[in-house]
């Protein structure tokens, strides 16, 4: 019996759900959503390049190899912030804009025979499904409003921000918790072709859902294959200053390729082009003002 009780006291120590960090919760025109601590932190970017710059699409990256640094990395340096614990969800993307704004294809077709649009939007469940179709001007949009309503300042995630949240601060998995992605991500292999309800799957070390499947998402980043150079130390970089693409991060239902959901893939894609698997999810910075979390 002792034996038994120290097993599960040791698979308890080491669960996942143990190391997650802080959450804090907001709660919008009577939506709920969750922030998760990420603190300060300097991880290892692996230097990648070769890309063709064409439209809206995940490249194949390739190790930049240097005589002075055979594996190419740069040093990257964050101060703290919450990151969304889900990617937004449709009823929050409402709560914000408005019902008419949600143009979500999911999960639209989910029943076309049997289901109407109005029907579906009406039912509570399939709100918690990812936004989908969203530009990044309209992600945008989105960070605008609801800081106009909670008087905080919300973004999108750089790039940056988005790998080391995906990584659960280890870079010990190949994606976001798992060296399975079918553990953790929605892929064209266990997707069955469309997005899912957020939070189905196993969370990574930090807490955070999703981060290598369900559907893309945005960064705030321009998008530039040589932007990062190996031996340098970048504290809270932004990317270019200005470019034509904005990053994309994550995989997606539709990703017929297992190197799509590493976090370290990247797309890049036009400000007013979206997908069936486009979303996003927020950060806010760490020092940010939390007394009031109800708008």
Known sequence: MKNTLFSIILILL?????????????????????????????????????????????????PVKYANSMNGYSTIVLSSYYIGKYEVTQDLYQAVLG?????????????????????????????????????????????DSLNAITGLRFRLPTEAEWEYAASGGEFGYKYSGSDDYTEVAWGWDNGMARSHVVGL?????????????????????????????????????????????????GGSWSSEMERTMEYFMRAGCDTSLTALDMGFRIVLDGNSPTDKTNF
């Open 14 to 62: 080491s669960s996942p759900l143990l190391s997650q960090n802080d959450t804090l919760t907001f709660s919008v025109r009577g939506v709920r959503f969750d922030m998760v601590k990420i603190e300060d932190a300097t991880y290892q970017k692996p230097n990648y390049f070769g890309d063709s710059m064409n439209g809206c699409h995940y490249h194949v990256p390739k």
């Open 201 to 249: 799957l196993q969370p990574n070390k930090f807490g955070l859902y999703d981060m290598s499947g369900n559907v893309r998402e945005w960064c705030s980043d321009w998008f530039s294959p040589y932007y990062y150079k190996p031996n340098v130390t970048y504290k809270n970089p932004k990317g270019p200053a200005k470019g034509t693409l904005k990053i994309l991060k």
């Open 99 to 143: 019902k008419e704004s949600n143009n979500s294809y999911y999960p639209y077709n989910y029943n076309s025979n049997a289901r109407s649009w109005k029907m579906v939007k009406d039912e509570g469940p399939f709100l918690r499904y990812p936004v989908d179709r969203v530009t990044w001007k309209e992600a945008q949009r989105f960070v």
